[in-house]
């Protein structure tokens, strides 16, 4: 363990050096008090307020009240964390406990130099460089172990600018195990947030909306959520890793994004899932109702709020709004799991938690059995018929 | 206690500032001779060459011989080439002739401290530190001037590793000028590219891929073709500017990049037309067959050739598996342009060619005519009835 004495000689250094080296570099941006729609090359948030003039969001500015909390700043989690900083966000929350290591290359946003920092230390560091009007707060814990659990749970109800809870969790990590905790979280604080994911042969991913009480959450079913639950430092013990692929992750990460900026500044429709298979370039959505005989209780607790809520009133009108099924009978289709990675589980092994209701429409077209997708479209299909379908796939 | 890890804390978080702000003169990491696929923390390509073991990628070594040209490095433009960079191809080739300005700061990739320096000097330096494997070709000017343009055929028609043609040129433009000279240029060299484009109201985006002969240009059906045709440039004369959000040009940048290492790598297939629209995440996709009329007498001698091509044999046949409909029967629909953008042409404009033909089907469903979109599927639909439904929107 290093002294006091010797780490206040390195910080008087490293201060020194940091000083020595932004002498050689043009200054970065000074902060900006009031977002602007001037247009000038030197304002960041000309393009950005133009979504104003071109009616696509009526209060822009909102977006510096806002907060998030980015769980997992990995290939998908960086990406997410850059495009809500240049997108000038009002606070960051990052929370991981990886370093950034070379093998890491082959996605956005780290670079070389940063290998063997921290994750949100390099992150939070370029961000700020990107957009000092942010404010961020890096988290270097994994949030799995009992302590750190609840560490993460009082800052993501507290870490808001004005010390409420965040406005949004979204979930980047690579396992389950995280996956669950954050599920566990949201449901417990009410807490609404997405859950993304990459398959590990890296040609397919999605993005879902989780409303704890009215959308399934992560404990609800499982294995139709979850496009890969690989933990790669399990395997790699193998000398086996994952595939990825910066287009991918980068893509899944412009979904979660887009999908957080429709349901933060409220324009557009939020898809609950939204899937990508890169293959074929097919997109199936879908949206799946909680399952009463979850297994979370605190699950099970906000779906007996949801239902003992008056209908269609003010706030419930509003939640509709934003996650509800507008165009249900053209939008849904069934999701494919990762039809092409030679690994996983087949998908005859889907274990279907009791009581979940599927709450989609799709086309039963003679091509839609192929196992390479294509688009689907409006009809009903019960559950048992979406069931025989996966399995012939 | 706590003071030493007050201390620890500022020791990282120094050490992460001053790795961003060293960002171009750090030492970065050294070249590396053979792609491996050997699983380490310090192999950049272990994540892409496990797509070989995935089953995904026969030869991804490959994609060190391929050369690519980058045309315009912008909000779309830079991401590619970023994103070609971190998976190792061979060469890349970048045209722009702008500079960075604060006013960029809204989409990925370029940072503050590069405001005032040329985009393509900028984006070089950046992809060199990323990897250094590849090989980066910077050239900063006007693709459009009639000397210029000259050059740019020279170029890519010798710019490959062996002096030969690049294997793929990637147009990332934001004006139809120079998408027209990019349309020219690869008429003439008989070179397959991929046309991208992003709407003004930032909420719409599009890539197509073109193979000069076989499918239609960009001069065959401009209006089904040009998602935005808006030259920044021009509007900010009148302090008035484009929007831009860094998912929407990120996801384009993806898919753009995805497609090109399907066509590039040989695998999955190749989508000829796809669009993105963020409001209701749908994402159309259809197929243009060349317009007999064209405009561009290249073109229509392209076609000639290809009609004149002995059916199905060696390259036919390759070219058809890269870009045919094999899944024609589902997975084509309607393209709607932009529907959201208040100030673009009403559709019932659409300047379609004579003797265009649109190569798609689509379900005429009870639901498709509504102006959101959704999922469309399979069934057979005339041009007729294609124009009334737009017409309809």
């Not at 905790?181 to 604080?189: G, Q």
């Amino acid at each position: 363990m290093s002294t006091v004495e010797e780490l206040q000689k390195k910080v008087r250094d490293l201060e020194a050096k940091l000083a020595a080296v932004q002498g050689n570099v043009a200054p970065v941006r000074q902060k900006i008090d009031v977002m602007s729609a001037e247009v000038v090359d030197s304002n960041p948030y000309s393009r950005l307020m133009a979504l104003k003039r071109m009616g696509i969001v009526d209060n822009y500015e909102k977006i510096r009240e806002l907060s998030v909390a980015v769980v997992g700043v990995g290939g998908v989690g960086s990406v997410t964390a850059e495009m809500l900083t240049r997108c000038g966000i009002g606070k960051l929350i990052l929370f991981d406990y990886d370093k950034v290591e070379l093998a890491n290359m082959n996605r956005l946003f780290f670079q070389p130099h940063q290998a063997g920092l921290s994750k949100v230390d390099a992150a939070a560091a370029t961000l700020q460089a990107i957009n000092p009007d942010v404010t961020i707060d890096a988290h270097n814990y994994n949030i799995t172990t009992v302590d750190n659990f609840q560490k993460f749970c009082d800052t993501i109800s507290t870490g808001s600018l004005t010390g409420g809870p965040v406005n949004l969790v979204l979930s980047c990590v690579d396992n389950f195990e995280a996956r669950m905790a954050i599920n566990t979280a949201c449901n417990e604080l009410s807490q609404n947030w997405f859950e993304s994911g990459v398959s590990e042969n890296a040609v397919s991913g999605h993005i879902q909306f989780i409303v704890p009480g009215e959308t399934a959450c992560f404990a609800c079913a499982p294995p139709l959520v979850v496009a890969s639950n690989i933990d790669e430092k399990t395997l790699k013990r193998d000398g086996v890793c994952a595939a990825s692929l910066p287009t991918t992750m980068g893509i899944v990460a412009g979904f979660l994004v887009q999908n957080a900026l429709k349901y933060l500044l409220g324009f557009g429709t939020v898809t609950h899932y939204l899937g990508y298979s890169a293959l074929t370039d097919f997109f199936p959505t879908m949206c799946l109702k909680p399952n009463p005989q979850c297994s979370d209780s605190q699950c099970v607790t906000r779906q007996k709020e949801v239902r003992a809520r008056p209908p269609p009133v003010e706030l419930a009108a509003e939640v509709c709004e934003d996650v509800g099924p507008l165009h249900a009978d053209n939008s849904w289709g069934i999701c494919l799991i990762d039809e092409n990675a030679p690994e996983e589980e087949d998908s005859s092994n889907l274990r279907l938690v009791d009581g979940v209701q599927v709450a989609y429409s799709v086309a039963l077209d003679s091509s839609t059995e192929s196992s390479t997708g294509g688009a689907v479209a409006a009809s009903e299909l019960s559950l048992e018929d979406l069931m025989a379908q996966m399995k012939s796939m």
